[in-house]
């Protein structure tokens, strides 16, 4: 029976990569890229890629029926050791309750592997069975403070380096999104060739910035009250990219992300802690807490509540609420974003 929590996506890894599998399994939850990726691993350690004809089903299940599956669980492998199975959506799959019975008897000749998009009622059946008879895992979205942790072991995992501030540029680039970080880190390293570590200047180069103009300056610029430079960079940010809208689009995500760390280090109680301690609450490496924390003097909480609106406002105008240029639109936006200066201490 797994663990109240449910095994990390680490352990359930390390567990597959040594073909060290369990009957049935039941992921759950928000983070698909997760889930299909242990799914991946499943796939590709379980069979041989010869047996997979004989051997392997994918199944969805807004596509088909319980007892249909369920025969297939439980069908015997051709000349082989096992049979695996994974039904995706299985939140859809039609009388899915009657794997109430199969979780309490699957297949020791199987390996079924049931995956949700999100998390069901784990106190009705057929998932209060699962949950207690199969191994399982619930697999929430990461918050934003656990990114950059998840990309510096992420890269690591694949051989090579990368320093603090070029973990913490992805973040900004990527937000949430674990199938972005992963598609930047394949860019990456494409881009970095034979060398082992990837470094900001890599990052800024492969995104088409440089040290001088680019985003992570003008977060600077703009926390410190640097309005004309803060104009300055992000007309030269618009000029070379190819899609200014899009680009712009992109700079409003990465400005809400950083006014979303100055709001969390506004209240007094989070002010005394440790940069160490900080840096697990807003999300960036110890190295580089003390850049929020200046800017963060700067702002009253009234002030950061217009800097949401006015990025609300300009997130709409740029999606097609406005006619006017994108650089217009962050001339406007950018007045909003500068800090009281009476607030500075």
Known sequence: MAKNTGPSF????????????????????????????LQELLIEHALPPEQHDFNFDLIYGSEAEASQVINICQGYPVMAERRVVVVREFEQLENNRMFKS????????????????????LSAHPYRALKRNATWSHFKSLYDNQIPGWIKSHVEGRGLRIDGRAVQMLAEYVGTDLQTAVSEIDKLETFIGERDEITTDDVLRASGQTREFNVFELQSA???????????????????????????????AILNSYIDKLWKLQPADVQRKSNRQLAGVIGVSPYFVSEYVQSAKRYTRGRLAQAYQALVAADYELKGGSQRGPMLILTLLLRQLMPNRQAAR
């Open 222 to 252: 703009i926390g410190e009250g640097r309005h004309a430079d803060a104009m300055r960079i992000a007309d030269r940010l618009l000029q070379q990219a190819n899609n200014p809208r899009g680009e712009a689009i992109m700079i409003v």
């Open 10 to 37: 680490n352990e359930l890894a390390t567990q597959f990569r040594h073909e060290n599998f369990d009957p049935l399994y039941f992921f759950f939850g928000e983070e698909g890229f997760l889930m299909d990726e």
């Open 102 to 121: 199969y979780a309490k008897q699957p297949n020791p000749q199987a390996v079924v592997l049931l995956l949700c998009t999100t998390k069901p009622n």
